[in-house]
T-cell receptor, first 114, second 110 residues
């Protein structure tokens, strides 16, 4: 399977600060990137979809000004949680797509806002 | 709006027993995926089902897809403790966008 690298795996930050999560596709070019979040013992919820070089499309209820997505290249996308609050604490997972039939997933980032 | 429901949500089963997890979805789709998630980890791909009637097997797990009934099943044969995890089905919206099921938390005990 494809190699996807997501960093950091864990991060603790103070309320009001911003956190950047990186997702790299190491051996393929990701034309599309999906970002999901997962609350404890819950399912994955799609947050946004981004295409390389274009603005991200956000799902209903997801604040685009809070969750900034940059997909500047075919191998790197970033999700920045701005002015983080405790309710933003969650598990964030990226999923790059190369046009194949199968989705690949990053290792996930556990964000804890204190 | 596409809804993907799994049942049961929680399953506790004895080693050696068989059981089936069901995944129902509410709109047309020809692609369905099954994933495993261990605590604190990301998703591990189990099966990719791409057409009506598709059946795939790997070890003690077998998945099937009936697109007419909008139903997929994940059958567990002779469960072992190592299968304890949360299992998700995910339906492709025909745009590569996946909508995940509610998840089934499986615990296998001796």
């Amino acid at each position: 399977g494809a190699v996807v690298s997501q960093h950091p795996s864990r991060v603790i930050c103070k309320s009001g600060t911003s956190v950047k999560i990186e997702c790299r596709s190491l051996d393929f070019q990701a034309t599309t990137m999906f970002w999901y979040r997962q609350f404890p013992k819950k399912s994955l919820m799609l947050m946004a979809t981004s295409n390389e070089g274009s603005k991200a499309t956000y799902e209903q209820g997801v604040e685009k000004d809070k969750f900034l997505i940059n997909h500047a290249s075919l191998t790197l996308s970033t999700l920045t949680v701005t002015s983080a609050h405790p309710e933003d604490s969650s598990f964030y997972i990226c999923s790059p797509i190369s046009g194949n039939t199968e989705a690949f997933f990053g290792q996930g980032t556990r964000l804890t806002v204190v | 709006e596409l809804k993907v429901e799994q049942n049961p949500l929680f399953l506790s089963m004895q080693e050696g027993k068989n059981y089936t997890i069901y995944c129902n979805y509410s709109t047309t789709s020809d692609r369905l995926y099954w994933y495993r998630q261990d605590p604190g980890k990301s998703l591990e791909s189990l099966f990719v089902l791409l057409s009506n009637g598709a059946v795939k097997q790997e070890g003690r797990l077998m998945a099937s897809l009936d697109t007419k009934a909008r139903l997929s099943t994940l059958h567990i044969t002779a469960a072992v403790h190592d299968l304890s995890a949360t299992y998700f089905c995910a339906v492709d919206m025909n745009t590569d966008k996946l909508i995940f099921g509610t998840g089934t938390r499986l615990q296998v005990f001796p």
